[in-house]
């Protein structure tokens, strides 16, 4: 059995002090919310942080709405999954919620915390005593380079958050707090293709709140493909947003997941005018395909998990069509 190794736990009861603590230690610290992907990696000793910094009593985990909905960061996923404003007007998200990995796991894992998830790969996601056999590679040591391509200047690990797409297609914005002070910023533009910085937050930054728009007129709907139903991350992933006006499209949002080492919002301008027919879906799925990258280092293979990409994308526009 791996076991956890010593470190110092704090937990502070604000946001102002969760991130006065990070910044006096950011290279030997790290935040933890429901510790659901950290607690596994530091028993594998791909994180070692001498300080877990918790926001379990600092980040609000409540929700609220007037136009549009607002949600704590520290809100569980079995929360937002269930929670009835998320269901009727934010289907994608209560879906993407919901199949992340088990009921228990979903019972202490954050909203926050899926949104902030680290990337993944089968050459890193090992334990220490198997990575000192094979070797280290690039995301946990510098000097050493990437075991699944090379020559690659970048880690590719890949970006395996389910309700990231889903918020990027329900246009969400995330609310930050850091050491200079906060900021509202669209979720879309929190990523970066880079296995390693995958984050575009500032150092000791925290995420305290996911903003949705008004959910008028908008269809949503989320798809994962993933190897046992039961748990596992994606291994593709496509969560596809229109509002209707009148009987034609009025706005069309495609994103997907699992495919790259960053989300990736698909141009999906297309379908504005359309009823959702054939043709029009067609040529989204067909961004959706060439938007996908994957590589060999998670299940499935890469041109399964790329034809995913166009048959998920298809699939979801037709359950958006208009009832
Ligand atoms: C067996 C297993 C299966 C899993 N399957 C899936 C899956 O199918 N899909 C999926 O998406 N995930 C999956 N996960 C990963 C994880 O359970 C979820 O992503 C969960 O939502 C993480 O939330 P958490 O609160 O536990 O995050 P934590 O583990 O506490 O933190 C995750 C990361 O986010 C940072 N962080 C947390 N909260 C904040 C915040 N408010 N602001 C800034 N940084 C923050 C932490 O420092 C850390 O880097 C799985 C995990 C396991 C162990
Ligand atoms: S993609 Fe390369 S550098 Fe990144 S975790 Fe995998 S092997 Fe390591």
Redesign the pocket.
Known sequence: MLRLPRFQFVEPATVAEAIRLRTEALDSS???????????KMKRRQFQPATVIS?ARA?DDSFSNGTSLRIG?GAT?TTVSEDARVRSGYRALAEAAS????PQ?RN???????V???TRCNWYDQSLFWRTAEGFCMKTHADVVCRVAPSSPRCLAVA????VPALIALDATVQVAGPNGERTVSLADCYREDGIRYLT?APG????EIRLPASDGWRSTYLKQ?DRNS????IAGVAAAVRWDGGVVAAARVAITALGSRPVAVEASALVGTKLEDDAIAAVADVAHKAARPMDNTSGTISQRKRAARVFTERALRELRAA
């Open positions: 790290m935040y933890v919310a429901g510790g659901t992907d950290v607690y596994p926001l980040v960061a996923l199949l992340v990995s088990t796991l202490m894992g954050t909203i926050g915390g899926n902030c998830l680290d395996s958050a389910d309700t937050l930054e925290i995420v305290t993933r748990f596992d991350f994606p």
